[in-house]
């Protein structure tokens, strides 16, 4: 198909800490943060540009910066749906149960 002509670049982190108690342990926090790198195209407008061909270009770069900002937007929501599940599990008998329901909540959003 056709391909746009931006590009976002994501990178999430994820970083749980786990309190134990004696006989369960549980996800103490959780924070996940998305770096996001936007990648736009650029036109290097000469001084004689025709009116029609600046407007184009006007109105497509900011069709395209608005299509990769709604990434970053979709991103962001992810990265803080993904906290919201991991701060709502319930305690686990210990450590190991609760990283591995860690993982799978991670896996499934």
Same mark, same amino acid.
């Given at each position: 198909?056709?391909? &746009?002509?931006? #590009?976002? @670049?994501?990178?999430?982190?994820?970083?749980?800490?786990?309190?134990?108690?004696?006989?369960? *342990?549980? $996800?103490?926090?959780?924070?996940?943060?998305?770096?996001?790198?936007?990648?736009?195209?650029?036109?290097?407008?000469?001084? =004689?540009? +025709?009116?029609?061909?600046?407007?184009?270009? +006007?109105?497509?770069?900011?069709?395209?910066?608005? &299509?990769? +900002?709604?990434?970053?937007?979709?991103? =962001?929501? &992810?990265?803080?749906?993904?906290? +919201?599940?991991?701060? #709502?599990?319930?305690?686990?008998?210990? *450590? @190991?149960? #609760?990283?591995?329901?860690? #993982?799978? $909540?991670?896996?499934? $959003?």
């Amino acid at each position: 198909g056709m391909r &746009h002509p931006g #590009a976002t @670049q994501m990178a999430f982190t994820t970083s749980v800490s786990y309190a134990e108690k004696s006989n369960s *342990c549980g $996800i103490a926090d959780a924070n996940v943060t998305v770096k996001v790198k936007v990648i736009l195209p650029e036109w290097r407008r000469p001084r =004689k540009a +025709d009116a029609g061909v600046r407007l184009f270009w +006007d109105t497509l770069s900011a069709d395209i910066k608005r &299509h990769e +900002d709604r990434h970053v937007e979709i991103a =962001k929501n &992810h990265a803080r749906e993904l906290e +919201d599940a991991l701060k #709502a599990t319930y305690p686990r008998k210990n *450590c @190991q149960e #609760a990283k591995a329901k860690a #993982a799978e $909540i991670a896996a499934a $959003i």
